[in-house]
């Protein structure tokens, strides 16, 4: 499929302070496009100014959240190189996510080959300040004009870039969290796997709930026995107990993150022992309490690794490594944005330069 390419007459001004990027907020000068139809499949891949579209009120994602997206980094190294980070296993994921909420599956190839040239043309919109990079969120929704249950015949595909700064610009302090205990994220055989908008809109009430007590993210447990530790917010979650590396297992209620699987690499590569495997959050407080809880971090590509400095579970309050990143945690947070801003040597082989 050919991309056809029409640029922007009116270039917006980039950013002056990229300290002040904050994330989320800010769009380059354009986006890429494709539609998808049935009987057609895929088609009219297109980049084009970055701009508002228009729905129908009546659009099947409006009403049933037929939706699913990809979040990602392109991040600029010191010879002014613009490089990714394992996105084969962004478009790879899109699909497993695509095909659990019936969205048509995507050629991950084309969509790569696609998004490079989309970062190419907005090069200059890659951060230059150190820790700050450009946000890639590629997502796919139902546009049928049609109020009724079932899985929609018409699609967009759309690629937008946010240039976002720096994730810790005070250093990497550890984050407080609590343990859920009313609300549930993900169940037996639901979409706790799958990359869709449902999973966070369902996530917010417990979020807004830790806010209110001044803790930044929950830790959900399972949502049948309410007992195994499953992830925080748009995190994973591992734990260090006796030098031992422990993650929940993927058992489908959990998102299988690409910072995640990284960290397990990076471990088992650096001789640690890492076991994915359920995990209680009462086995946590038992070796709290026999003072082997050496470390806990979250992963995500946001932060990489956020480490945890205090988890409450009722009224149990655990400080963890005296509310300071552990070594494990360190360890994983340099190699990673180390071979992310090409500061060391891409020993895995993640990293795919943009031309
Ligand atoms: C995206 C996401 C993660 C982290 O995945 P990465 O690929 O490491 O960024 C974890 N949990 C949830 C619910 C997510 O949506």
Request: aromatic share 10%.
């Amino acid at each position: 499929m050919e991309i056809k390419v029409v640029k922007t007459d009116s270039p917006k001004a980039k950013p002056t302070d990229e300290t002040k990027l904050g994330f989320g907020h800010v769009f380059t000068d354009h986006m890429f496009v494709m539609n998808y139809d049935t009987g057609e499949g895929w088609h009219d891949a297109r980049i084009v100014p970055y701009g508002e579209i228009s729905l129908s009120p009546a659009a099947m994602c409006l009403h049933y959240g037929q939706e699913i997206f990809e979040g990602l980094k392109a991040y600029r190294t010191a010879d002014g190189t613009v490089q990714l980070f394992r996105p084969d296993e962004n478009f790879k994921r899109m699909n497993t996510s695509a095909e659990r909420m019936v969205i048509p599956q995507i050629d991950e190839e084309f969509m790569l080959k696609a998004l490079k040239q989309l970062i190419s043309m907005e090069k200059d919109w890659v951060p230059h300040t150190d820790g700050a990079s450009l946000y890639i969120r590629p997502f796919i929704f139902a546009t049928d004009p049609y109020v009724g249950v079932r899985p929609a015949d018409h699609y967009l595909f759309i690629i937008i870039l946010s240039p976002s700064g720096a994730y810790y610009s005070t250093g990497l302090n550890p984050v407080k969290i609590y343990v859920e205990q009313n609300y549930v994220r993900a169940v037996r055989g639901g979409t706790g796997f799958a990359k869709t908008a449902a999973n966070y809109a369902i996530s917010l009430k417990g979020q807004a709930e830790a806010h209110d007590q001044d803790y930044e993210q929950v830790l959900w447990l399972d949502g049948v026995e309410q007992k195994y530790v499953e992830e925080v917010g748009s995190m994973n979650i591992f734990f260090v107990i006796d030098g031992e590396v422990i993650t929940p297992q993927l058992t489908g209620s959990v998102l299988p993150g690409i910072t995640r699987k990284s960290s397990i690499e990076i471990c088992r590569k650096r001789g640690y022992k890492v076991t994915e495997r359920r995990i209680s959050i009462q086995e946590i407080a038992d070796a709290y309490d026999a003072g082997k809880l050496d470390e806990v971090f979250g992963t995500g590509t946001a932060a990489v690794i956020s480490p945890v400095g205090h988890l409450k579970w009722g009224d149990k309050i655990m400080t963890i490594n005296d509310n300071k990143i552990g070594p494990i945690s360190q360890m994983l947070y340099d190699t990673m944005t180390g071979i992310q801003w090409g500061k060391i040597p891409d020993e895995f082989g993640w990293i795919v330069k943009i031309d």
